[in-house]
């Protein structure tokens, strides 16, 4: 359900994560920000003018706690809290490049955390809502997006359902690896839209993915029953899963 945090709890993250960083423990983070994306995210041929801007912009250390500030810039997965994490720059960037998110386009980021990524598509014009399940994420992730991206809207519930009220999507996009792409995505997915994210494979890499539905064509030319989704793989990089994503263990006597 469309749900905004608990008004004292976004207060109270708000105060925490948007006090002048660099007043706090000296460090240059406008300096580290520039170099990540000159030393880890353009040498991976991320080129779109518009990504660079925002990751050259965008706070990324006050969206990791504040242990991990320190680390915000490194070539590295930082973690959330309860199984989640930030994936690293490189990933982020090249992974948003690989959607082709245009200007106005409807974007579900799934596993949103604490607004990150869904902050960077933010900054391509696009019209982000930001799907998340856990209540502290979502406070921290409210906190972030409303000083950095304000026209984020943030969707509380199962990862696994979608934000149906907002459906449909052009595209679909996960903050984290996924095995297969959850049932939700075929009903929730615009004509001539696409899912995004990291899939998982055996032997625990990961690769890029941009799927789109694969459906029969009707007579008339509109599209008919859904027959799987034409996957069409891209980078390999270790990512993190998304724990509610993955599939139950299966039961053996």
């Known amino acids: 359900m469309l749900k905004s945090p608990n ?53 990324r250390e006050l969206a990791v706690p504040p242990a991990e500030r320190g680390f915000a810039y490194a070539d590295r997965t930082l973690p959330l809290g309860d199984g989640r994490y930030l994936a690293q720059p490189m990933i982020t ?7 082709r998110i245009s200007a106005g386009e409807r974007v579900l980021v799934v596993a949103a955390g604490t607004g990150y990524l869904a902050s960077v598509v933010a900054c391509l014009d696009a019209q982000v809502v930001a799907l998340e399940s856990d209540s502290a994420l979502i406070a921290q992730g409210h906190a972030y997006t409303e ?23 052009d595209v679909i996009l996960f903050d984290g690896a996924i095995t297969d792409i959850p049932a939700f995505c075929i009903g929730q997915i615009a004509t ?10 055996a032997g625990g890499t990961c690769s890029s993915f941009l799927a789109e539905p694969d459906q029969v064509i009707t007579a ?16 390999d990089s270790p990512a993190p899963l998304i724990p509610e994503l993955l599939p139950a263990p299966a039961f053996a006597f």
């Not at 960037?93 to 959607?99: E, H, N, P, T, Y």
């Open 7 to 59: 008004q004292q709890q976004t207060a109270q993250f708000s105060r925490s994560l948007f006090m002048p960083s660099e007043t706090q423990d000296g460090c240059d983070y406008n300096g580290l920000r520039q170099n990540m994306v000159d030393d880890q995210v353009r040498p991976v041929e991320v080129n779109d003018p518009r990504i660079l801007t925002a990751m050259r912009t965008l706070p």
């Open 93 to 99: 960037g090249r992974l948003v490049q690989s959607a």
């Open 147 to 169: 000083q950095v991206a304000p026209g984020v809207l943030w969707y509380h519930g199962p990862l696994a359902d979608g934000a149906p009220e907002n459906a449909p999507f």
């Open 192 to 201: 001539g839209g696409r899912v995004a994210g990291m899939m998982s494979k």
């Open 220 to 235: 008339d030319g509109s599209a008919g029953a859904f027959e799987g989704w034409a996957i069409r793989l891209g980078f």
